[in-house]
């Protein structure tokens, strides 16, 4: 297998889709202000704005773990809390870098199935505590989809944000698969954000097909008040500004952000029903996005990993596979081939018959 073969081990092992690459090509024609000053970081701006059908304030950071940091940062106090479910990547994959933007906020993590969160739990943990030794809950932070690939429905959001009005809390959303998620439901942005009392979302570039590059969107304009300090300081602001905000419109404009997702989307289901029934592989969670974990058996693992395939096993302890904007079907049934071979070959050794199933293709 060569080394640039296609992996699903991270959706952003792929590369930049044509549609960002064009845009940054045509901001590269010539000088432009720097620092966001520029036309296509206005025009960015205002695509999602367009998009989201509001007259949101709109920031761009390098990734994720600065967007989210800074997002969270901006809402809290440095005594205030944030509720988040365990598995979330604010909590596992950031390196402290919420508390650490924040001054110190604490994340508060929810035991979950599935990270998922709901009204419930989020009323246990504000509540449990209104004394003057606990950092007092100011935030709610959801993951949309879930690091497992789980989707919120509106009716979930709502409920979660109702919860959150009455606890006086605000609700940040973590969209690094925000288009994955917005394709899984069909739904209008706004519905999934604003108009369900989301105040701040973190709307991911980088895993939809672009090189780098993570909007900041606040919902209330108020709450971004003085957000580009925060950007600076932290190192977050651009100077060849034009460069982060080019590829969203190109992904916009021509609808190529809501293609790639369903896309990775269908292609997560096809192989979710491509390994279904496998002797040996269980599902450990709905495919509702791009991600599919399976528990397997340890020699199963291995044998995929001497055929050259690349998976974590870090979430959950299954093997995930995450189908990016530009999986290709015969790479994806490749992978689907060899893992129903290295199940037979597991049977046949368990039990001294050969189980192999006939290969159709
Ligand atoms: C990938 C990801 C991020 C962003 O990660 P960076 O590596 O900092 O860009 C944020 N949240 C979730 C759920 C992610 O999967």
Known sequence: MSDDAQQFASDNYSGICPEAFA?????????????????????????????FETRCEVFFAFNGTAANSLALASLCQSYHSVICADSAHVETDECGAPEFFSNGSKLLAVRTAN?????????SVAMARSDIHFPKCRVVTLTQPTETGQVYTLDEIRAIAATCRVLGLSLHMDGSRFANACASLGCAPADMTWRAGVDVLCFGGTKNGMHA????????????????????????????MRFLAAPWVGMLESGAWLRNAAHANACARRF?????GLPGIEPLFPVEANAVFLRMPPPVMEALRARGWRFYTFIAGGARFMFGWDTQGPRLDALVRDLAEACADQAESQSGTRSRPMSSS
């Open 272 to 276: 979710a029903e491509g390994v279904a």
């Open 213 to 240: 590059g993570e909007a900041v969107i606040f919902f209330d304009p108020s709450l971004a008040e003085d957000f580009g300090y925060r950007c600076k300081q932290a190192g977050q602001l651009a100077s060849k």
């Open 115 to 123: 990270g998922k969160l709901d009204p419930q739990a989020i009323r």
């Open 23 to 51: 845009a940054m090509e045509a901001a590269n024609r010539g000088h432009a202000p720097a620092y966001g000053e520029d036309a296509w970081t206005i025009r960015a701006a205002d695509a999602l704005r367009d998009l």
